[in-house]
């Protein structure tokens, strides 16, 4: 099993980023997807998840209206869309697959700074 994130990086607050995660070694389709954050001296929390039904989406407050999850079963790939980044938005994004345990990738640093 392999998570991968990418498409994190350093901008400018306001602006946005793309991330992607691409997932292979278990049958991506049938897994509810997530992504989490971790701040530096924070502890983990959760950001957004994406199931595959009609509208089956889910995010944090801190992020609704800002950050859109959404999958590409065919490529096995989850993304989120970061627009409006604020200072308070950087941390480590994690790509999580199921629930409870899971899987989890390595990480993409985010950094929202001018």
């Known amino acids: 099993v392999q998570l991968v994130e990418s498409g994190g990086g350093l901008v400018q607050p306001g602006g946005s980023l793309r991330l992607s995660c691409a997932a292979s070694g278990f049958t991506f389709s049938t897994y509810v997807m997530s992504w989490y954050r971790q701040a530096p001296g924070k502890e983990r929390e959760w950001v957004a998840l994406?199931?595959?039904?009609?509208?089956?989406?889910a995010y944090a407050n801190s992020v609704k209206g800002r950050l859109t999850i959404s999958r590409d079963n065919a490529k096995s790939t989850v993304y989120l869309q970061m627009n409006n980044l604020k200072p308070e938005d950087t941390a480590v994004y994690y790509c999580?697959?199921?629930?409870?345990?899971?899987?989890w990738g390595r990480g993409t640093q985010v950094t929202v700074s001018s």
């Open positions: 999580h697959a199921g629930l409870g345990g899971g899987y």
């Open positions: 994406i199931t595959n039904a009609v509208d089956g989406s």
